[in-house]
């Protein structure tokens, strides 16, 4: 625990992070960090190590090695003031289907021990931000993606949390649905001065939105800096031409675990 | 305490909205009750044991309150495929307090079930033979419950999928209630089949249930109670530890 690290200017504070599975390297001593207010985009292929990254700084898994801060707090150690920090909203949708809008809110809000009104005023702020406050009383099963997605960024900022992660958001939505959702978090962003920190495949995204873009794959970090840098050291046009340079051409298979299959069943279904 | 509360109240709300479930869950106990309550009645009474149904009842509460058990804790790979257990987990909030809830919310389903089922039973000719002993029937159904869910939480958390679910349909809860004594009396039972039901859980809550519902009993129901007390906290025990292993 080092005490000058609380009061210094870092949101996300990582040092030569490396987690394995059995022999398998998901993460390869990075090191990067975040500084408050910042939005900050990780790009990378499938399989780089992006996701891994983004569990351990929200304490789902634990390092192999490495030092890590949020806000201060280590994830290891200070398992619930990290948690009580921030903010996420995951790749996949995590909503409870079964439950309404407002009550998915309220369930986030008490496990986070927010009081009663203090609890309904936020509740019903959000849900106006995210325009969903006329339909807080239907089941989130009859809601379209566009629709869950503004949800869990209104439950994810519930609690006030100072650093927002975003694991690939904006996946499978439609420019118009990403278009806004970005414009809300910009927003909150300059409004709060909450750091945004967000995975994603779409360069034009990164390059708008983010002020530093880190290009990850086969879980190093190969690149950091803003657009203008990334694209200036590898002699491109544009961000898609720096990572395809960085990256490589190749095509990635990644390994289809349980989970990725019964993530296309549950497409499947729900097409 | 809050968090299992909402962790509770989210597991009562789902249950009551799902009428379908509710209802397909019941289909199964009916018809072990008409079905073998009536087929076997006549040669039960011949035997000399008696009124079938109300022999058989208590049984056939205790298989329901089982499936919706097993069911209710296995549900959570169900929440951990489709993310909503994400949310739970990097929330400031304890693993085991996570479980505890999930698991008293299945239990209470799980006992509702029971409930409903003896209401159905009365329909179909069982009468209780003590009114007062009611409770106690109940907390039994409570008890079978919670040890039930806590089992399926416990294996739940070491499944990443439904695969290995048919497995547990047939080698374990089938057996489970074949060899309870739900449908028959366990007295001079083959050496084997004596041993087998001596060692499973359920037995002990078929005979607790026997016991306050019709006044029959074979080990006794202070004997049942203590045996499901000690194995639910076992269980609620092994069953936080495999949860706190849980990988994301």
């Known amino acids: 625990m080092l005490p000058e690290d609380k009061e210094n200017n870092l949101a996300i504070e990582v040092k030569s992070l490396t987690k394995k599975f059995n022999d398998f390297t998901a993460v390869n001593n990075i090191s990067f960090s975040v500084d408050k207010a910042e939005i900050f985009a990780f790009l990378g292929p499938n399989g780089a190590g992006k996701s891994t990254t983004i569990k351990i700084l929200t304490t789902l898994l634990k390092p192999t090695e490495g030092k890590i801060r949020i806000n201060g707090f280590d994830p290891v150690k200070e398992q619930d003031r990290v948690r009580k920090s921030f903010g996420i909203v995951f790749q996949d949708p995590s909503l409870d289907d079964e439950l309404t809008a407002y009550e998915n809110m309220d369930f986030h809000g008490v496990l986070y021990n927010l009081d009663g009104d203090l609890r309904k005023k936020r509740i019903e702020e959000l849900l106006k931000i995210v325009e969903l406050w006329d339909k807080k009383d239907l089941l989130v099963k009859t809601f379209s993606g566009g629709m869950k997605r503004r949800l869990e960024i ?9 650093v927002f992660f975003l694991d690939e958001p904006t996946l499978g939505l439609d420019p118009q649905t990403r278009n806004q959702m970005w414009s809300y978090i910009v927003d909150l962003n300059k409004k709060e001065g909450i750091t945004v920190f967000f995975t ?55 390994h289809s675990s349980p989970l990725d299959k019964m993530r296309q069943r549950r497409r499947m279904f729900h097409r | 305490m809050k968090a299992i509360y909402i962790l509770w109240l989210r597991q009562i709300k789902r249950y009551l909205r799902s009428r379908s479930r509710l209802i397909g869950s019941l289909g199964q106990p009916i018809l072990f009750l008409v079905a073998l309550g009536f087929g076997f009645g006549p040669i039960y009474k011949r035997a000399g044991g008696g009124n079938y149904i109300n022999f058989l009842a208590p049984g056939i509460i205790a298989q329901g309150v089982l499936f919706t058990a097993i069911f209710s804790g296995i549900e959570l790979i169900w929440d951990r495929q489709f993310g909503f257990l994400k949310e739970t987990l990097v929330a400031p909030v304890s693993r085991f307090e996570i479980m505890l809830g999930k698991t008293l919310g299945g239990a209470t389903i799980a006992a509702m079930q029971g409930i409903i089922i003896f209401f159905l039973s009365l329909l179909v000719g069982f009468r209780p033979a003590n009114i007062i002993m009611l409770p106690l029937a109940f ?11 806590g089992v399926g939480t416990a294996i739940a958390s070491t499944l990443e999928d439904f695969h290995g679910f048919q497995m547990i349909m047939n080698f374990l809860v089938m057996p489970l209630f074949f060899l309870s004594g739900a449908l028959f009396p366990l007295n001079d039972l083959p050496k084997l089949i004596d041993t087998l039901s001596r060692l499973n859980p359920l037995t002990y809550g078929v005979d607790g249930l026997r016991a306050s519902l019709v006044g029959i009993s074979h080990f006794g129901f202070a004997v049942d109670m203590a045996v499901l007390s000690i194995l639910s906290l076992a269980i609620l025990s092994i069953g936080s530890y495999l949860f706190s292993k849980i990988q994301i």
């Open chain 1, 200 to 254: 994603t495949h779409y360069m034009g995204e990164a390059e708008k939105i983010a002020r530093r873009i880190a290009i990850i794959d086969h879980g190093t970090i190969i690149k950091l800096g803003t657009a203008e840098e990334l694209k200036k050291s590898t002699g491109t046009n544009s961000l898609e031409e720096a990572f395809l340079q960085l990256t490589g051409h190749k095509i990635r298979e990644e």
């Open chain 1, 154 to 162: 209104a439950r994810g900022l519930l609690h006030h949390p100072k």
């Open chain 2, 139 to 149: 907390l039994f159904m409570f008890v079978v419950a919670l040890f039930f869910t």
